[in-house]
């Protein structure tokens, strides 16, 4: 009798979470649930590759701000990862990191904003990269998808061409909550309770994140 494993699909939540909030979770839940995901995996960056920001809080704390994030969810974990990692934090690195610890019956699926998916030609090995993983890319509604053409990809992520990445994008209308809004609102005073979990907030204002 021939025995049919299940594989096991793992998505990898990629991202500087600067700070994390309530879009970047319905993002995760949202893919979880179309994708079958068996669980969502926050990879903070350490040292995002193509950014140099002195708003970009120290890794341990996006890290703990994820960890409080997502500590409610059964299906959500987060990863030290990249943020124990030195030098910048290529996904290519991670995603072959990632196989070689879950194994040959895991399928990832990393899952990130859209306008970062865009680029993913421009990444580091990025032919070694398109093999590794299917990428789920988050967008906002009204966004132009004009640019994913451009890539030649498939964004339904049906077919497949060899050397080509795997795009399917998903539409979060939460996602017009961002980060930099987040941050220029706690500089300006402004409230971000219900933009974030409520223990990210109070983490954020008790620490006096981008006050000066
Ligand atoms: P980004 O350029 O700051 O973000 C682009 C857009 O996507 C922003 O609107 C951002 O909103 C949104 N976004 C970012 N992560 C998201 C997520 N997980 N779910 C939903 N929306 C998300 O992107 P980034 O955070 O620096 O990078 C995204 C991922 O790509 C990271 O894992 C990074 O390491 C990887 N990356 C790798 C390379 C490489 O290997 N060479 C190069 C670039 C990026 P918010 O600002 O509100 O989050």
Do not use: C
């Amino acid at each position: 009798m021939s025995e049919n494993k299940k594989r096991i699909r793992i998505g990898i939540m990629g991202g500087t979470f600067n700070p994390i909030h309530y879009g970047h979770l319905v993002t995760a839940e949202e893919a979880l649930f179309q994708f079958k995901l068996d669980k969502v995996v926050f990879m903070p960056a350490g040292v995002p590759p193509h950014k140099r920001d002195k708003e970009i809080l120290p890794p341990e704390e996006r890290y703990l701000l994820t960890v409080i994030a997502t500590a409610p969810n059964p299906d959500f974990v987060v990863s030290r990862l990249e943020i124990e990692r030195k030098g910048p934090s290529y996904t290519v690195d991670t995603l072959l990191e990632l196989h070689e610890r879950y194994g040959p019956e895991t399928d990832l699926f990393f899952i990130t904003g859209a306008d970062a998916v865009w680029e993913i030609l421009a990444w580091k090995d990025a032919e070694r990269l398109v093999e590794l993983t299917e990428f789920i890319a988050a967008t906002r509604p009204g966004y132009s998808l004009e640019k994913f053409k451009k890539l030649h990809v498939l964004p339904e992520g049906k077919g497949r061409e060899k050397g080509k990445p795997r795009v399917s994008i998903i539409e979060i209308p939460s996602l017009a909550i961002s980060s930099t809004d987040i941050r220029r609102r706690v500089r300006e005073d402004r409230p971000i309770r219900y933009l974030v979990p409520e223990g990210v907030a109070s983490y954020i204002l008790k620490s006096g994140f981008w006050k000066d």
